[in-house]
Each structure stands twice: as structure tokens, then as C-alpha cells.
């Protein structure tokens, strides 16, 4: 593929999801330190947590810092674009800790949710590609995220009507969400899913690459700078017991 071509809660839940409300919950990367809002989405197997917004460079760094992993176990297979090429010296661009991270393959991305998953105790994980044509579709089936109609200016594409010439911070088309207020579904970068496919289309294509149905099969273990991820948190019980 040429990828521009183609709420209170007992103490034990408490330390591991921290800050749950009713509205959105969200799940705390470090004291004091950045957290991954999430949103709860019914489903068929009963229901999961999605990352409202694509995973950003403050919070990977958060996983970097940590743990110290640098994506040798899995280099990129694109020699041009390595793990992290736009980070220098450990440290992601001046003023673009909200932008999405990218320059990550699949097994990168892999590594960031198992993490998450040692130092949470919950099950966090890619989103399948079902999972996230559901998330991006909904039960209608909407052709976009917000709906029906192309509309321009609900996302970050390949026209330069969007006011950003590459990707853009998270969030920056609030017009362009689901009705559960899920971003940048339609392009910004490309989601690597659970099942190695690439969802969502970047800020590079046009109105048929970023449509709810629309995947690319991809190496996974190319970095590029157009793909990212958000991530999905599976939790035990039932939602209505952790309000």
C-alpha cells in the first residue's frame, strides 16, 4: 500500500482506573502526569472503553520514559522512517505533546498497550477492525463518523481546507466526532488495529480513504510518519457498577 494512495468507586478499582466519572473516564499514565480519556461503547460482547482521542506524543512518552524501550525488538522495515524519527534526543517536537504520535509500527504500539496493561491491571489492547468500524459507524452504519455527507471540514485531509498541512493536534475538528464524541476518526493519521490493518485514513487522502469501512493492509513492521493508534480498555465488571 502506498500510504498516501491507497464517578465514585472502591479503593482496589481506584489504583488501577483512576478518575472514572459518569460522562468520560479516563485512565491516569503517571502521577501528577498526562491520562488517555476514554469512552464507553456498547457492543455485542458487552461493551469496552475507547481512547476518545488518537494516543499523542506526551502520552508515548510517558511509556519511553518509563520503560526505556526504543523499538529495537521490531526496527522499521521503512529504513527512511525509524521508531520515533521525530523525536530528537528523546524529547517529541516543541509545543506538539498533543499531536498524534506516529513513526510507530505494529508491534510499537503493541509494546505501549502491554504496558499499560502490566501497570494498570486491566486488559488494554488495539481495537479490533470490527470494534472500530462499529466505534467510527455506529449502528447506522454512517459512511462517516458525523454521518452521511462528506463535509470538508469535519477532518483532517488531503485538501488544504483543514488549515493543517500534515497531521494535526488531537481533537482539532470537534465538528467531525461521533455522537459519543469519539475524534479524529476520519483521517489526521492511520490506526493500526488488533488485527494488523490500518483504519481511518491520514491527513494525505481523500474522502473515500477516510470512510468508516475503509482499511489497508500494511507490513507490520513499517513505521511511517502517517501511522498511530489509539487504544481500547476492556474492564471486568459492568459500567453501571463503576459509576
Known sequence: MNSCTSTAHNHQEENNLNSITKSIDTL???????????????????????????????QYKVFIDSTKYDGSDHPSSK???P??????????????????????????????CNWLSQKTGKT????????????????????YPWGNEWDPKRCNWAGSIDGYKEAAPV?????????????DLAGNIWEWCEDRVLRGGPWCMGPENVKTTYSSKEDTDRADDKFG??????IEKQREKLK
Open 79 to 81: 529504513s527512511t522512517e
Open 28 to 58: 491516569s499514565l503517571a502521577p501528577n502526569g498526562p491520562f488517555i480519556e476514554l469512552v464507553f461503547i456498547p457492543y455485542s460482547s458487552g461493551g469496552f472503553y475507547i481512547s476518545k482521542y488518537e494516543i499523542t506524543n506526551e
Open 229 to 234: 493508534f489509539r487504544i481500547v480498555v476492556i
Open 124 to 143: 488494554v489492547r488495539l481495537p479490533t477492525k470490527d470494534e472500530w468500524e462499529h466505534v467510527a459507524g455506529g449502528l447506522e452504519k454512517r459512511i
Open 83 to 112: 521508531f520515533l524519527n521525530h523525536f530528537k534526543n528523546g524529547n517529541y517536537p516543541v509545543k506538539k505533546g498533543d499531536y498524534p504520535i506516529c513513526y510507530v509500527n505494529w508491534w510499537h504500539t503493541k509494546a505501549y
Open 171 to 183: 481533537g482539532s475538528f470537534s465538528n467531525g466526532t461521533t455522537p459519543e464524541g469519539i475524534h
